[in-house]
């Protein structure tokens, strides 16, 4: 299993410097790969803006997103900035789709929140036959982004295994990751697909001490959950011991690639990382 590291691009108020900081050092690193969130009633960055960005600074990681809210999102004008990051990248983009849960972006952007699923249905058959056309461009890579798709229910899995490259995680304990892997391949072989969809995983960690901030940002990221929003920062990973007994179960699970994406916007939370997982 490879092992990424997110920017810090959801956090609020990270300044515009350190996120473009972050992706620099995390090249040097030993990440495999860096990601960002996707918000849109949020003090946060546009995800694929900051993944130009990062593009600009890193030569090495591969740029994902975990996730973008596809129905948010024109199909054309995603493809086109999908396909211009994946260019200006030279081939680096996984691009993660999902429908999301919050019913005020959908409300900020004017679109129907029951409609979604069908709306990201389509989009992932649009995207592909977008990126094919060869009027859209830019052709500077041949071959297309992979295309990761999230969600927990049947039918997200469904439209996985029917028309993405993989599966992509919102995040938990190995044992939850363990068991969504299971059901995501057996929509693969349901779906009569070769092989086995790529997995990726993620999770959230504060290393510096300063758990009570780490905390309180998932707990209002995550507030439109109701009470789970404690659990899930409870699950804030605040120790190595913690990132490394994660980071094995999630091996032990079959995850392709981990995403840890950082609760403080601090520089020495990248260090720190990189030390565990070197």
Same mark, same amino acid.
């Given at each position: 299993m490879q092992v990424g590291?997110?920017?810090p691009a959801t956090v609020p108020g990270a300044p515009g410097r350190l996120v473009v900081d972050w992706a620099h050092r995390a090249d040097a690193g030993p990440f495999t790969s860096v990601g960002v969130l996707d918000r849109? =009633? #949020? !003090?946060?960055y546009e995800p694929l803006t900051a993944l130009a960005a990062a593009a600009a600074v890193t030569e090495r990681v591969a740029l994902v997103t975990m996730v973008v809210i596809g129905p948010l999102r024109n199909t054309a004008g995603l493809a086109k900035q999908a396909a211009s990051v994946h260019a200006l990248s030279g081939g680096r983009l996984t691009l993660g789709l999902a429908l999301g849960a919050r019913? @005020? @972006? #959908?409300d900020l952007a004017g679109i129907d929140y029951a409609g979604r699923g069908t709306r990201l249905e389509e =989009?992932?058959?649009g995207l592909r036959d977008l990126w094919d056309d060869e009027a859209m461009g830019p052709r500077a890579v041949l071959r297309r982004p992979d295309l990761l798709v999230g969600g927990a229910t049947g039918p997200a899995l469904a439209r996985m295994a029917r028309l993405a490259d993989g599966y992509v995680?919102? /995040?938990g304990p190995p044992r939850a990751f363990a068991r969504a892997a299971d059901e995501a391949r057996a929509a693969w072989t349901d779906a009569g697909r070769p092989g086995a969809p790529k997995l990726?995983? =993620?999770g959230y960690f504060a290393l510096g001490g300063d758990t009570a901030r780490g905390a309180a940002y998932l707990l209002d990221y995550y507030a439109f959950t109701g009470p789970f929003a404690q659990r899930i920062a409870e699950g804030n990973l605040t120790s190595p011991q913690a990132v490394r007994q994660f980071?094995? /179960?999630y091996a032990d699970a079959g995850c392709d690639e981990l995403i840890l994406f950082p609760t403080v916007a601090d520089p020495t939370e990248l260090d720190r990382l990189a !030390?565990?997982?070197a």
């Open positions: 590291i997110g920017l849109l =009633q #949020y !003090d946060n019913r @005020d @972006d #959908y =989009q992932l058959t995680h919102g /995040g990726w995983g =993620q980071v094995s /179960g !030390d565990v997982v």
